[in-house]
């Protein structure tokens, strides 16, 4: 089955960046991009962007552009998510998603928390 | 940018009540909708995609409909396990976009 593992909870420093992983399992790993969105406290998931594994291609929401990197491995079928510039907005969860099927799949989320 | 809108923000219910969340879009997205289901601390949890299809393992109590801009989940004889936040995103274009939420409490 359809699984997205990622890497566990960091805590940084505004001004820091940080790195999330994401690994794939349970498909092709280089047929279908993977997004990332998160999820402030109380706030409702907001997309950040997306990889395609198969060619390196990305697009991201005009709000990270500059300031989010992704990019993927696909020998060990994992992507990297890169945030830097962090600030105490940028406290969040952030998932890794993809859509098989039309059918969205989630990982579990890490948390992200940005604090002096 | 997509525009979703839920409402409302919070529904008050019993268990066994029915219940319906409503979700607009700003412009069409066809049927490329999801529905999801929050709880604290949690990832969302998909109920359906494509507006109307339960995906598997989900309970027949969940249900969606809709197409262009206005879409309804419903949750028919609301069980204790379901009081949580209702989330509906469209994946017609980008951005992705979310709506607000739909608290379901007690």
């Known amino acids: 089955q359809v699984q997205l593992e990622q890497s566990g909870a960091e805590v940084r420093r505004p001004g820091a960046s940080v790195k999330v992983s994401c690994k794939a399992s349970g498909y092709r790993f280089t047929e279908y991009a993977i997004h990332w969105v998160r999820q402030a406290p109380g706030q409702r998931p907001e997309w950040m962007g997306w990889?395609?594994?198969?060619?390196?291609?990305?697009q991201y929401a005009q709000k990270f552009q500059g300031r989010v990197t992704t990019t993927a491995d696909t020998s060990a079928t994992v992507v990297y998510m890169a945030l830097s510039s962090l600030t105490s907005e940028d406290t969040a969860v952030y998932y890794c998603l993809n859509l098989i099927v039309a059918t969205p799949y989630w990982g579990q989320g890490t948390l992200v928390t940005v604090s002096s | 940018d997509i525009q979703m809108t839920q409402s409302p923000s919070t529904l008050s219910a019993s268990v066994g009540d029915s219940v319906t969340i409503s979700c607009r879009a700003s412009?069409?997205?066809?049927?490329?909708l999801a529905w999801y289901q929050q709880k604290p601390g949690t990832a969302p949890k998909v109920l359906i995609s494509?507006?109307?299809s339960l995906k598997t393992g989900v309970p027949s109590r969940f249900s969606g409909s809709g197409s262009g801009t206005e879409f309804t989940l419903t949750i028919r004889s609301l069980q204790p396990d379901d009081f949580a936040t209702y989330y509906c995103?469209?994946?017609?274009?980008?951005?992705?976009?979310f709506g607000q939420g739909t608290k379901v409490e007690i």
């Open positions: 412009q069409t997205i066809t049927t490329w």
């Open positions: 990889i395609n594994p198969g060619n390196g291609n990305t």
């Open positions: 494509r507006a109307s």
């Open positions: 995103q469209q994946y017609n274009s980008y951005p992705w976009t």
